[in-house]
């Protein structure tokens, strides 16, 4: 009678303890699920994670089934805020306690080692969406999301709106970055973005908001064509901002849209919105 086979408890281990190569598998699988899901190509994220792994140079953890890796989470500290970038488990490993060790693991690293006093997430692939089930539930705030989509053919329908004529609408310009930063910084004051990522919170963060969307992949490849700054015709000032990314062929990402709060209500947001699509 043959012997019963162990069943060995997952088993979460450093990152920078692994070849980047032992993460291949698991990162094809994730970007097939970006793709499937959202129609986001994830391999120039997935294609950072190997190149930092390799480095030994990428803080994290990944989950050991059998010993071979079928999850994995990563973070940064910046200052007193930490980030976890993101958290993925192959389906047959997507469970809340499995879930629940990964970023239990970050967690402790960064309120520990790291001393930070903050930490923000938007985690796209979390099975766990209770938030009582979270590690550390009583120190969370959770804000949960509509991921909206608008079909291509309906675009040429929008008619342009009652803002028209109020601001000059001009295509993205460098030169505006740091009126841009300015007015994101203006318009979420008391907003409840200003509360999930308080890089909203100041100009300072906004600029390095913004330098982050234009030179990394994590909201998609910034696309320059169809981003937009709107100027207030009797100051020559940025008045509002509209940029967008790439996440694939024929699949588009507004990744900020916002205007000062004097224009709220104007019509100037569906304008740049409008252009953009």
């Given at each position: ?90 389906e047959t490993q997507r469970t809340a306690a499995n ?179």
């Amino acid at each position: 009678m043959a012997a019963a086979r162990e069943i060995r408890a997952p088993q979460v281990v450093d990152l920078r303890q692994l070849p980047a190569q032992s993460l291949d598998t698991m990162l094809d699988l994730e970007v097939s699920e970006w793709q499937t899901l959202l129609g986001w190509d994830f391999r120039p994220s997935a294609d950072l994670v190997r190149r930092f792994v390799g480095m030994q140079s990428l803080s994290g953890y990944a989950l050991l089934s059998d010993g071979v890796t079928a999850g994995y989470t990563y973070f940064v500290a910046e200052g007193e805020k930490g980030l976890i970038g993101d958290l993925y488990l192959v389906e047959t490993q997507r469970t809340a306690a499995n879930e629940a060790l990964l970023l239990e693991a970050a967690l402790g690293d960064l309120f520990g080692p790291c001393c930070v006093s903050r930490v923000e997430s938007q985690l796209m692939m979390l099975r766990m969406r209770e938030r009582d089930s979270l590690p550390r539930a009583e120190f969370l705030a959770a804000h949960p999301r509509q991921f909206m989509v608008m079909d291509a053919a309906r675009i040429t329908g929008l008619k342009p709106g009652r803002a028209a004529r109020k601001a000059l609408v001009e295509n993205w310009s460098p030169r505006r970055h740091e009126e841009a930063a300015q007015v994101i910084e203006a318009a979420y004051q008391g907003h409840i973005d200003g509360e999930v990522n308080d890089q909203y919170r100041s100009a300072a963060g906004a600029r390095r908001f913004l330098a982050n969307i234009m030179q990394y992949p994590g909201c998609g490849l910034f696309f320059q064509p169809a981003s937009y700054v709107a100027v207030d015709v009797w100051t020559g000032r940025a008045c509002g901002v509209c940029l967008t990314s790439m996440l694939s062929a024929g699949m588009g990402h507004v990744t900020q849209i916002c205007v000062v709060p004097s224009l709220k209500g104007s019509g100037l947001g569906y304008e740049l919105l409008r252009r953009s699509l």
